[in-house]
């Protein structure tokens, strides 16, 4: 039973460094588009954009935004034709965390889960940071909408009977395999079942399914919990 639960702990732990090496090495391409542009919305840097988010899957659309908050460029080609052609009201991003954040700060932008528009309609997380002309005047952002599905590759760790949730700050369900009938952006918190247990683990009842879970945060605060299914855990006891 104190194998189990170290499991438990060691496979959150591993999910925690993935998730910060998947954000961290997106925000290093967003950080470097940044720079890249010089503190100008320019074809060179629109250039750059293109063969970025084509060359990282993890990247589902990538769009730059001009100061106001206007989509100015993006990125699959054949997503922003689609924008391009949308009454001006339709192509502002200004109400967006990723641009107001960005707007009012340096550094890179990690948001929570949010309903993708215009770039299409999926659960995304967004990395943005800010693009600044030499007099610090500020000119726009450029932001990378992340993939979540690129985060299953957690499965490669797991054993049927084990699974992942992740939440970002708000709680929301970033993240899980379908089956634990968790919906995206839901918000959950994960209490101790009020049952008496075995072992000395946090439990919750999910799908009608009993889990065994540990949970750990990331540097950017979300929470990444590792599950296993309580009956199998006690099979393997027994």
Known sequence: SREHDRR?????????????????????????????????????FFDAVDAT???????????????????????????????????????????????????????????????GRGFGSDTIVAISTSIVDASGQFMGIVQGSLNLAELAGFEQLSTPSENVV??????????????????????????????????????VVLANESYYFESRSTVDGWQVVALSKTREVMGMIE
């Open 166 to 203: 992740i939440l970002d700050s708000k709680s929301q369900v970033a993240y899980t395999r379908e089956d634990l009938g968790l919906a995206p952006l839901s918000k959950v918190e994960f209490f101790p079942a009020a049952t008496a247990s075995v072992l000395p683990i946090s439990q």
């Open 53 to 115: 988010q084509s060359e990282n899957s993890g990247f589902i659309s990538m769009l730059v935004a001009d100061s106001k908050g206007l989509i100015v460029h993006g990125a699959p080609a054949n997503r922003f034709e689609r924008i391009r052609l949308r009454p001006e009201a339709e192509r502002r991003v200004d109400d967006r965390d990723y641009f107001q954040v960005p707007s009012e700060r340096s550094g890179t932008y990690l948001s929570d889960g949010f309903q």
């Open 8 to 44: 438990l702990v060691q496979r959150a732990q591993e999910y925690v460094a993935m998730i910060e090496m998947h954000v961290g090495r997106h925000r290093s391409l967003v950080s470097l588009l940044s720079e890249l542009s010089g503190g100008e919305l320019h074809a060179g």
